[in-house]
């Protein structure tokens, strides 16, 4: 086995917060190729790299073992992520996935209410709710994610939707649990599309949420939250949404697909 490097993240110094840089693959790779695109980003970063962001990587299900493997015994610096779960535990659920199941691969992030799960497999904010309470119960941080559409942002909808998605996904929370969750902002006209949200959307989409948070849980604990920033982000994009008020990190679709781009993005 390889031996462990130290290398030390950093807060963010204006926050005090970790930032984390999410990787989304979506259903993309079969294992083999899984294995090498994260073999390639490792051999793409330098030790430095690692102490402004953690990393997370969420590949489809069918990888997470393989990988899970990969890192560990490579003592790779990435964290291991999921892209959904099933609230149950186990039970009569075709082609389910539990977050039980997850954690005994290690994994660490899973992201929850991803704007494809809505709207292609109906998520609703209820199912969304008990599958945030399920990750949390396995110990896991969900990766909630929130975001408009076009249309609602045309129709001048953006604080209803950020607000009642944040407050349905958390409703039966402690305070002391909602202040370890990640919350990704990713407005849906954005995700895919090559449309990128702007530094000041980022920020006016974080405050939402962030405001949100303190009116539920008070300011303590919506200081605490991480807020990440989601929807075509790119190299050339990347530094200025990282730099962006109250914004503590990335989650990343299509780009993190090539490991130069994605390297590219983490070093931003
Ligand atoms: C996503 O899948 O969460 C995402 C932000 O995708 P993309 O970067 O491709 O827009």
Redesign the pocket.
Known sequence: MAAKKVLELKPNPRTGRYRLISG?W?MNLNHLEAIQLVQKLYFGLRDVDYGFAEISIHPPATSLRPIQLLIESDRMHFSLGAQNCYFAPSGAYTGEVSAQMLSKLNVKYVIVG?S?RRRIFGETDEVVALKTKAILAEQMTPIL?VGETAEEREAGETDDVLMRQVRLAVADLSAEVVATIVV?Y?PIW????GLVATPEDATSGAQLIREELARLYGGDVAERVRIQY????TPVTAHDLLEADGVDGL??????LDAEAFSRIIRA
């Not at 954005?190 to 599309?193: E, R, S």
Request: aromatic share 0%.
């Open positions: 989304n979506k991803h494809e994610c990704a990713e954005a995700i895919g599309t989601g929807g075509s982000v989650l990343v679709g299509g780009a993190s």
